[in-house]
């Protein structure tokens, strides 16, 4: 039994193809999975379709984003723009799986140029299916949400005594 989640997908124009084969997956693993776009491979900004999902995510219309680009990692700079947003690059299934226990990732990008679509799946599924384990890694996904709320993280740069 799988815990069902609302996940949005974007991608630039490099990224397009894969991004349909893993919303296929995402689909028959269970998941309710929306394609924000581009809806064909012509030619898309990624800052563009990044930011857009990353948006929606921490406005709360999506559970998780599924991101794709050439490298996974211009798009991932996008969303990571976003205050409680937490874009995790993968190319493995262990980055994947801890940076759900530890960091609370949101999102996941990949790279179409980098990692093959069958890797992507199983990193995908790790990803889709690890809780994140709170407790003091709460403590710090908070420091690092009050830090991108507040740049100058003054607060932060005194507890950190020499
Ligand atoms: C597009 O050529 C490429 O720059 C893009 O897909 C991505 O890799 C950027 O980070």
């Given at each position: 039994m799988i815990n069902k989640l609302k996940i949005a997908m974007a991608s630039d124009h490099v990224g397009y193809q894969m991004k349909k084969e893993l919303q296929e997956y995402m689909q028959i693993l269970g998941h309710d999975v929306q394609d924000l776009?581009?809806?064909?491979?012509?030619r898309a900004e990624y800052p563009i379709y990044g930011r857009l999902a990353a948006d929606k995510l921490a406005k709360g219309e999506y559970d998780r984003v599924v991101l794709i680009c050439g490298t996974g990692f211009g798009i991932s700079l996008a969303a990571n723009s976003v205050s409680g947003v937490r874009c995790v690059n993968c190319t493995d299934a262990y980055t994947a799986y801890m940076s759900r226990l530890?960091?609370?990732?949101?999102a996941i990008s990949f790279g179409a140029r980098v990692i093959a679509t069958e890797n992507a799946k199983m990193i995908l599924e790790t990803w889709l299916s690890t809780e994140f384990e709170g407790g003091r890694h709460a403590d710090r996904v908070d420091m690092l949400i009050e830090m991108s709320q507040f740049p100058e993280a003054g607060a932060y740069k005194a507890s950190v005594s020499s």
């Open positions: 776009g581009p809806h064909d491979a012509t530890h960091n609370n990732s949101n």
